[in-house]
């Protein structure tokens, strides 16, 4: 890896600790754009997608909308608000023995899940 790749992941991965708040591709983008304007889209996109492999962050695929980037690689739940698309963390402890109580007939040996719940945001309430 050159040098000049080594500092625009490291620029990636500050946007996504900085922004905190799950945020898409589009708003890494914009927030590097700021202050490194010469930095492409493609090479955001790129280096998101990277460092989500390498687990520095944790990609949130999510339904109907763009991906989310999370700084919080831990286990934890998410919150989609389905009118503005924003993404929460849900403020509770992790479900330890949720693993052992999940019955498989496929004879899976499971490896890692995702929770996402959807709702309406109190900003969208409001509304
Ligand atoms: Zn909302
Ligand atoms: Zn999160």
Redesign the pocket.
Known sequence: MTQRNTIQKELVLDAVNHLHNHATADEVYEFIQATHSHISKGTVYRNLNCLAEEGKIRKLEIPNGPDRFDHICSTHYHIH??????VFDVDMEEVSDLRDKVKDKHGFNFLNYDIMFQG??P??QKK
């Open positions: 608000c389905c009118k503005c698309g924003r309406i945001c900003d969208c």
